[in-house]
């Protein structure tokens, strides 16, 4: 790999997880089944939602356009993901790599607003449930929807046109399984520092942001919960916020170990752990621990199965 301009450069090489055949192997099937479980998952969800009218209220709305989220962010890291599994053919083009990397920011930045807007949606059916119908409106409900995924193409807008300044000189060789921004950004040539700190600052903000939002809302609702005397009446209003307080926990957590630290810190094992999570796990999670969970889907879904409701498709 002898030294070159960004512009001359036309494809990266993958290095994947593994050299390893073996493990290779294993992988590929273990994240074959894991995708599958996550397209289904995430379109059973959407059909569901969309199929039994007792599910288009708020909650379900936004839960529907995270299936949306999950389904089209792991079809952007996994199938070629799987494709350098089985092949030996692990390069990507330089347009290529730069499409993954803009839409992997886009999608998983509205997906931090978006589960900032669900939390936000529990407080308030639970903290004043008497005035949910009306602030829960429609209208917030699509406002806050459009702005989650507003916000998500602005910060990957933002990262791309930084990005775009980048020099590889020595090297085209990617040490990932996919085109994220830490090892990009230590194999290029160009003094990153100023890249960094813009990219940094947006990350940080997003992320930040969103949780400030989902700590608040939760520590009102615990507070609220705290003040309910009935167990049973406790035991509800918990089980409305469990599943989305799991899936808030496992995201956050590994985006916060990924994101929030210069890419000198990168640690390729580590991080390519935590990646795995976030990028092919969480997605497949995400439909098990809403429906699996959910008393309220588990109906839907039994009284889907015993009518026509194909024949009925509305939203």
């Given amino acids: 790999m002898g030294r070159r301009n960004n512009t001359n450069v036309s494809e990266f090489l993958l290095m994947g997880l593994t050299d390893a055949e073996e493990i290779q192997l294993l992988l590929f099937v273990l994240f074959l089944v894991m995708y599958f479980i996550t397209v289904l998952g995430n379109v059973g969800m959407i059909l569901i939602i969309r199929l039994d009218l007792h599910l288009h209220t708020p909650m379900y709305f936004f839960l529907t356009h995270l299936s949306f989220l999950d389904l089209i962010y792991s079809t952007v890291i996994t199938p070629k993901t799987l494709e350098n599994l089985l092949t030996s053919n692990t390069y990507i083009s330089f347009m290529g790599c730069f499409t993954q990397m803009y839409f992997f920011v886009f999608l998983a930045a509205s997906e931090c607003f978006l589960l900032s807007s669900m939390a936000y949606d529990r407080y308030v059916a639970i903290c004043d449930p008497l005035h949910y119908p009306l602030i829960m409106s429609p209208r917030l409900c699509h406002a806050l929807v459009t702005g989650s995924y507003t916000i998500g193409l602005t910060d990957s807008s933002v990262n791309m046109l930084c990005m775009s300044r980048l020099n590889f000189c020595d090297s085209n060789v990617i040490h990932h399984f996919f085109c994220d921004l830490s090892p990009i950004l230590t194999m290029s040539c160009t003094d990153t520092y100023d890249i960094e700190i813009i990219i940094f600052v ?114």
Wanted: charged letters at 15%; aromatic letters at 12%; a positive charge.
């Fill in 202 to 315: 947006f990350a940080g903000a997003t992320l930040i942001m969103s949780l400030i939002t989902i700590a608040v809302s939760y520590v009102s609702i615990l507070s609220t919960i705290l003040k309910i005397n009935s167990t049973s009446g406790k035991q509800k209003a918990f089980s409305t916020c469990a599943s989305h307080l799991m899936g808030v926990t496992i995201f956050y957590g590994t985006m916060i170990f990924t994101y929030l630290k210069p890419s000198k810190s990168y640690s390729l094992g580590k991080d390519q752990v935590a990646s795995v999570f976030y990028t092919i796990v969480i997605p497949m999670l995400n439909p098990l621990i809403y429906s699996l969970r959910n008393k309220e889907v588990k109906n839907a879904l039994y009284r889907v199965t015993q009518r026509d409701a194909f024949r009925q498709l509305k939203w």
